[in-house]
């Protein structure tokens, strides 16, 4: 792997992607959300949402990039190529993601229905 390499002090050649699809979202109203809670709450709520999300992903042939505050980033067909599959992974995944949202419950914050933004790339 990339990450093997690298620690072993080796060289890594870079690779070219033709056929990947990448998901980012973020959460609606997050500042005002964590503006009314405690750090620790802001902690739990992200650590609640992204386990659920994770559970999710394992379902589908993609992988999670990065999330950085209520940033979520995953790509399908990268690193593992999948054909023409990857718009198919993504999209399916986000429908999973929209429709579990929906029973999702902040803590803190029963009252609050969460709402995501969603964005595709391929």
Do not use: W
Not at 102 to 110: D, E, L, R, S
């Amino acid at each position: 792997s990339v990450a093997q390499a690298l620690k072993k002090g080796k060289p890594v050649q870079p690779e070219h992607y033709a056929d990947c699809t990448l998901y980012f979202s973020d959460i609606v109203g997050f500042t005002t959300i964590s503006a009314l809670s405690e750090p620790i709450e802001v902690v739990d709520l992200l650590n609640d949402l992204y386990t659920m999300f994770d559970a999710i992903i394992a379902t589908h042939d993609v992988y999670k990039v990065e999330t950085i505050g209520d940033a979520y980033m995953v790509a399908s067909g990268f690193p593992n190529r999948n054909g023409n599959q990857h718009a198919a992974e993504v999209t399916n995944m986000s429908l999973d993601i929209l429709h579990s949202i929906g029973a999702f419950k902040i803590q803190h914050m029963p009252e609050i229905k969460v709402k995501i933004r969603i964005g595709l790339h391929t």
